[in-house]
Each structure stands twice: as structure tokens, then as C-alpha cells.
């Protein structure tokens, strides 16, 4: 029983620690994304999202130029 315990514990910690790391990712993307902004006309930002869908995954694949 104790070692179910700890598997679970490690397993919450690496969950909750990709998802601080995923989450400054993100962050960390939206700041440049803002400071980077061109102010020059005729420059414009594109932004694609695109859904993923395979055998027992799923997700998003998110690609952007400026």
C-alpha cells in the first residue's frame, strides 16, 4: 500500500511540475509574441491551430510567423 502511495505522490508531483513548466511556456511565448509586435504597417502576424487526432493521442499543434 505504501508503495502505490508513493508512485502516486511522484506521479502528482511530475504532473504538477509540467504543468508550471507548460504554463511558463506558455506565458513566456504570449510576452514575446507582444513585445515582438512589429509596428510597421503591412507586416502582419498569422497564427495557425491545428487539431491532431491518432491512435490513443490527441492535441493541437500551434504555429505562428511575425
Known amino acids: ?14 504532473a504538477l511540475s509540467a504543468g508550471i513548466a ?3 511556456v506558455l506565458v513566456t511565448g504570449v510576452l514575446f509574441t507582444v513585445v515582438g509586435r512589429s509596428r510597421a504597417p503591412g ?3 498569422r497564427w495557425a491551430l491545428a487539431p491532431w487526432i491518432a491512435a490513443n493521442t490527441h492535441g493541437a499543434s500551434l504555429s505562428g510567423t511575425w
Do not use: F
Open 1 to 14: 500500500m505504501r508503495d502505490l502511495c508513493a508512485r502516486m505522490s511522484t506521479s502528482a508531483t511530475v
Open 22 to 24: 507548460g504554463g511558463a
Open 43 to 45: 507586416s502582419a502576424s
